[in-house]
Nanobody, 115 residues
Framework: QVQLVESGGGLVQPGGSLRLSCTAS????????LGWYRQALGKEREVVAR???????IYGDSVKGRFTMSRDIAKRTVYLQMNSLKPEDTAVYYC?????????WGQGTQVTVSS
């Protein structure tokens, strides 16, 4: 059992910043893959940031240089710092954990970038 809860979304003006949090409960390995994904209405889910081999973090092309994923192991929380937000970033953001062949998703948090 792995449960993920996202928070930190909301309404922000273009150029502003938000920090999303995803707190995990339940049992999972520390080596599990982690990631943030987003889905806008009428569009496919896309990767925002995810872990890769060697502990690397891969970012989607549209967010490179603006978003940063980090993790606080003690708090069992993964963060997504979002800077220089654009209207195109408007979407529901989901955190994801893949552990021992199983994929777990949070309920999502809405981010709206608008003036």
């Amino acid at each position: 059992q792995v449960q993920l809860v996202e928070s930190g979304g909301g309404l922000v003006q273009p150029g502003g910043s938000l920090r999303l949090s995803c707190t995990a409960s339940g049992s999972f390995f520390s080596a599990a893959d982690l990631g943030w994904y987003r889905q806008a209405l009428g569009k496919e889910r896309e990767v925002v940031a995810r872990t890769a081999s060697g502990g690397r973090i891969i970012y989607g092309d549209s967010v490179k240089g603006r978003f940063t994923m980090s993790r606080d192991i003690a708090k069992r929380t993964v963060y997504l710092q979002m800077n220089s937000l654009k209207p195109e970033d408007t979407a529901v953001y989901y955190c994801n954990v893949v552990d021992r062949g199983r994929s777990y998703w949070g309920q999502g948090t809405q981010v709206t970038v608008s003036s």
